[in-house]
């Protein structure tokens, strides 16, 4: 059982390269989210999607866009990338029919932007 | 909007020696409270949870914590630390009506020999 699993595990980009962070979980859950976690800050939420078809802004949304392409899938893509980018990206899924439950973290994206 | 602080933001502890991480929240509701570990380079694994009943809960790799409704708090305790409970904890809450996790900024704790 995988769980929640991201590629790439770590990417270099120029500033202004486009790439794409993709997120796939295999248990089901309605509910996915895109964090990234910078020192100092904890975790921010970027976009999450509460059921397939649906995605909404978390807090720092700003140059990024999200599509939740179905019901495992949901990726994060930098269309420009700026190197306040730089950060390490975590998704998430969790089960939402019983709205208590916990979320599930992959391994993360650590993505640098020279 | 919920919010969670984490008051310490490093903590270092001998081996054996008890430790208690503090996490203060804000929100107007009852809270889904959440301990996550991260180990260096690893993803976040969830050390326990709080939703409503006994306000002291158990985790795993022998944490509990401890819901005061008074005091806005949800402190991590262990009685005992290892060497392998070095890591970065973080204390979330869950609210709204997609529960989405609002997450403190962390605290890292060394353990040394």
């Known amino acids: 059982n995988a769980g929640v699993t991201q590629t790439p595990k770590f990417q270099v980009l120029k500033t202004g390269q486009s790439m794409t962070l993709q997120c796939a979980q295999d248990m089901n859950h309605n509910s996915m989210y895109w964090y990234r976690q910078d020192p100092g800050m904890g975790l921010r939420l970027i976009y999450y999607s509460a059921s397939e078809g649906t995605t909404d802004k978390g807090e720092v949304p700003n140059g990024y866009n999200v599509s939740r392409l179905n019901k495992r899938e949901f990726s994060l893509r930098l269309e420009s990338a700026a190197p306040s980018q730089t950060s390490v990206y975590f998704c998430?899924?969790?089960?939402?029919?019983?709205?208590?439950?916990?979320?599930?973290f992959g391994q993360g994206t650590r993505l640098t932007v020279v | 909007a919920q919010s969670v602080t984490q008051p310490d933001i490093h903590i270092t502890v001998s081996e054996g020696a008890s430790l208690e991480l503090r996490c203060n929240y804000s929100?107007?509701?009852?809270?889904?409270l959440f301990w996550y570990v991260q180990s260096p380079g690893q993803g976040l694994q969830l050390l326990l949870k709080?939703?409503?009943?006994?306000?002291l809960v158990q985790g795993i790799k022998g944490f509990e914590a401890e819901f005061k409704r008074s005091q806005s708090s949800f402190n991590l305790r262990k009685p005992s630390v290892h060497w392998s409970d070095a890591a970065e904890y973080f204390c979330a809450v869950g609210a709204g009506y997609d529960y989405k996790l609002s997450f403190g900024a962390g605290t890292t704790v060394t353990v040394r020999a």
């Open positions: 929100y107007g509701a009852t809270p889904y």
């Open positions: 998430a899924s969790r089960d939402n029919r019983d709205r208590i439950t916990e979320a599930f």
């Open positions: 709080y939703f409503s009943g006994d306000t």
